[in-house]
């Protein structure tokens, strides 16, 4: 009789996060390339740009000139997606299907370090940890802000993710609404706290409601040989989850007690978190010997005070999703096109064959730290 | 006081067909692009390649020797991601947040033309009319086996959408279960023709009840100056959706009746659908004098005898989407990444100005047809 094995027989894996499934064909990683390969990237990068926007001193699009800063910068995006006030008078309609909503907020940007050349994978425990305490001030100043639901921080690292300046720096995007997959990801989360079911022992949030994502990190750290997992801080871990759609795709989740955002984060889980992002980011580097690209945003609470009435804000649990493109090699990406855009994700390789490989990568970077 | 004006005023729209919203900010086109551009296109092909596996009489990986076809001609993909038989065991479980599904089905090839070098664009109407035919013939066949829930169409053109081979062609996977995406619009039309809001005398499904593509298409057909129509024939209307994502992103439907699958098109309706696919794929071809890049799906009704209890498939309205990648040139694209995997998608154009640039596109190809 034949056994199901999912490390080589094609399967579906289902997403609770988000109601959706991946499709999983683990043979598919043998058939040849003749696509499109990437173009190698520019590894030395000078230390200062004299034309980088970014870079201690230079001016910017909008004519303002950057302070000589030292650490991390913070500045509001000169070409910014949202408007800073509401615009009043609701949208004129043709036909009820035609719905259109006025949305506010702002753009900033978050520059990582005064250096053009350097990226998170090569900065130090210290540095990292000057990001992770800018983006909880920046968390904290736009919650305050009238009308802010929610705070979206992202980075979007390398060309092939469509960045534009290899300059270190993320982006964080206020927004008078809840966007639609952070609200996505809060309705399966308050579905899962309403069932019954409690699987284990792990934390749960101050209500004794379930949580998904505690339940998950927690059942993932103390799975003995952990098959998903790139690698654990004594608060966070690093994890390919069951349901990853991209081929290296890694989830970031504190795994000790249920947390809404990082504004909650004690010292401790705040140096943890800087660690862990040092981990995944020197594998993701070492995997292919290239500065790996990839996409990465911060899930957590919506703003309380202000977050449509229907939301438990509280049952949000704080992670990170890191989703980068690369495939087989520094030059072949993996292509989320016609099939999966159409009807679902499909990936290649077993999240536990792109965990076992990450986790075989040394956690010192194959360049020199800065 | 200011007045709301979706053409300069960034706003959100609803995608009432996956319940997800966008973000619009029309002034974002103006900012300087600084990032990735994409490789030229080889623009000269050979019509015929000795390392092609698709040309006529060529050896595919396989080892087989393709036909010397002269229209179209089919054949399973020698490195299917579906197996062919279901694998009966159920997997096992650690823990019920990580579920598995075993999924089988079929991948094969449709290739349009024995020509390396012709594109939809640049095929006759007879051409295109011989690729719809082959399209309901695989769609009916791959229909009639055991166990096949649903058949998914889908185009990718182009090396940017992950294309290997210029070789014009497109696949059909065939699967046990309906996937993620036409799922959660098949629960889309479903709700919709529940409600008791009829808000037109557009056509309706034999039942009676509404059909949100039925009525979504009437209306933007029947609008004077349709502000989001690229082309209309007498069964098909293409149109930039009023909750389109990608920048020149197009909907395909037919207006004038509910029509659940390619099965069911007569004769007219069906040289209707090729018409459509000309103008649209002539229009894209000269809107930056390029050979344009997209992805291409076909949604209709999942095989009714064996989908799933819960979804009546006459709930389906046969449509095309096509999602092309080009923003401003034959080299620069928009990058669906951070904001838009994180938190929501987001255009930098509005869809009105996106039809209307189309629109102005001339119907007759740049290069001759062949
Ligand atoms: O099947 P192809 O053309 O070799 O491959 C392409 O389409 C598939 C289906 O959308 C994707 O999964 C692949 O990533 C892409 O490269
Ligand atoms: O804001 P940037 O870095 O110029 O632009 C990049 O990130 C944005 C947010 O994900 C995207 O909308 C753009 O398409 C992308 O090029």
Redesign the interface.
Known sequence: ????D?SS??????N?LID??V???PH?N???????TE?PQQVVLPEFDPACYLCPGNKR?GGQSNPRYTKTFVFEN??S???SSP??????V???????????GSCDVVVFHPRHDVTLARMSLDGLLNVVEEWKRVYEYRSSKPGIK?V?I???KG???????PHPHS?V?S?S?I????E?ELRALTKYSLSE?A??DSPRPPNGNPC?LC??AH?EAN?ENGPRVVAKTNHWIALVP?WAVWPFEVLLLPYRRHICSISELTPEETACFAQILSEVTVRYDNLFSCSFAY???I?QSPISSKASGDIDTSIAHLHV?L?PPLLRSASVRK?????E??????RDLTPEQGAARLRECSSTHYLSSI
Not at 30 to 36: A, N, S, V
Not at 87 to 92: D, Q
Not at 94 to 104: F, S, V, Y
Not at 335 to 339: A, D, E, H, Q
């Open positions: 009789d034949l056994v199901f999912p027989h094609t399967h579906r894996r289902y609770p959706e499934y499709l999983v064909s598919r043998k058939r040849p390339w003749l696509g499109q173009p699009a000169d070409f997606a949202l408007p615009i009043p008078t609701a949208p004129s043709d036909h009820p299907l035609l719905r259109a909503e006025p949305i506010h929610y979206q992202f980075e979007n060309s092939m993710m469509g960045c534009s300046n982006q995007w927004l609404e966007p639609s997959i952070a996505k079911i699987h284990s998904l339940e998950y059942f799975t069951w996409s990465m945003g899930h999703h989703l292509f989320l096109v016609g099939f855009l159409m009807a679902e994700p499909q």
